[in-house]
């Protein structure tokens, strides 16, 4: 074993570090490119090169800002704040506020009536030939109306045209005298009309409430004069005045006296409108057939009204001169 595997202690020798050439007596090197003797020691090893480190990324622009208000927050000027317009679209008023509800309230209301006037449950159940007949009802009732508003009017031209006008001052006077009377009562009457009887059912006598009924809608569909009969007794007259009790033992008491079922209504006015009236779907017909009753009409081209009410003497009431 050489002495250099010997200096080593693991029998290879030691690799030679490089050595520092120098001239004769430790004299410095003459080459040109030859390092600087305080650069290089032959004794120190040359210390490693530090690893450079890359510069941290910079942060975005946003977070970097953000940290910034974080870490430094700076007071906030009111008076430096914008306030964003609003667009003009937008602006909403007391007044534009106050309309729209009183449309939508409107429109509300104008809805509800449609539906409730559009869905009458009368006549939804009323059948094709009732309706006809209310139809044609309705036309007398306008064509009646009309006829009295042009005999109205050619009066008003005959008194307006001088000499003429007091005899027709005359014959206005007693043509309304003659209806007033008609209608008071105090004057009998004829025309075309119905006779209306009554007659109850077993055991169920016919109400005073129906015979009012009855009464009523013959009004209502232009009856002009009306009087009440029983199966014994003297008819009564009917006017706006005259009242209707139920009696003992199934009778009737009209204006005070008492008469006995059957009941027998004679009226005068249009008879197909005044049938129409009493045998509307709901009305006096089938309110004492449901009493179990019957009501049968009678239409008469003559029809006589003769008894009569007595005149009222009036203790309150004057005429307005």
Same mark, same amino acid.
């Given at each position: ?19 520092? %050439? ?22 120190? $090893? ?8 890359? $510069?941290?990324?910079?942060? $975005? ?11 430094? $927050?700076? %007071?906030?000027? %009111?008076? +430096? ?39 009458? %449950? ?10 006809? +007949? ?22 008003? +031209? ?16 007693? +043509? ?132 009569? =009410? ?5 203790? =309150? ?5």
């Amino acid at each position: 074993m050489s002495d250099e595997q010997r200096d080593t202690g693991t029998g290879w020798p030691q690799p030679a570090e490089p050595r520092r %050439p120098s001239g004769p007596a430790g004299e410095p090197d003459p080459r040109p490119d030859a390092p600087d003797p305080d650069e290089l020691s032959p004794l120190v $090893p040359p210390a490693e090169e530090p690893a450079r480190q890359e $510069p941290p990324a910079s942060p $975005p622009a946003e977070e970097a800002e953000t940290q910034r208000i974080e870490a430094d $927050p700076e %007071p906030v000027d %009111p008076e +430096r704040v914008a306030v964003a317009p609003v667009p003009a679209g937008r602006r909403w008023t007391s007044a534009g506020v106050m309309i729209t509800v009183l449309l939508a309230l409107l429109g509300f209301t104008l809805v509800v009536q449609f539906k409730t006037t559009s869905t009458d %449950p009368t006549l939804a159940a009323t059948r094709q030939e009732d309706l006809v +007949r209310i139809f044609s009802d309705l036309d007398s009732r306008e064509k009646r109306l009309q006829q009295d508003i042009e005999a109205l009017e050619e009066s008003q +031209r005959q008194l307006r045209s001088g000499e003429q006008g007091r005899q027709a001052a005359l014959d206005e006077a007693r +043509r309304r005298a003659d209806e007033l009377g008609i209608l008071a009562g105090t004057l009998p009457a004829r025309g075309p009309g119905l006779s209306v009887e009554f007659r109850p059912g077993a055991g169920k006598p016919i109400r005073a409430d129906r015979i009012l009924d009855a009464v009523q809608e013959l009004r209502g569909a232009g009856a002009e004069a009306m009087q009440i009969s029983g199966s014994g007794g003297s008819p009564v007259r009917i006017i706006a005045s005259t009242y209707f009790l139920d009696g003992s033992g199934g009778s009737l008491v009209v204006d005070g006296r008492s008469l006995s079922g059957p009941f027998t209504i004679m009226v005068i006015g249009d008879p197909k409108t005044m049938e129409t009236a009493l045998k509307i779907p709901g009305g006096v017909a089938a309110s004492v057939a449901g009493d179990g009753g019957t009501v049968n009409v009678d239409e008469r081209g003559v029809a006589e009204v003769s008894a009569l =009410h007595a005149p009222m003497k009036l203790e =309150h009431a004057r005429p307005v001169s």
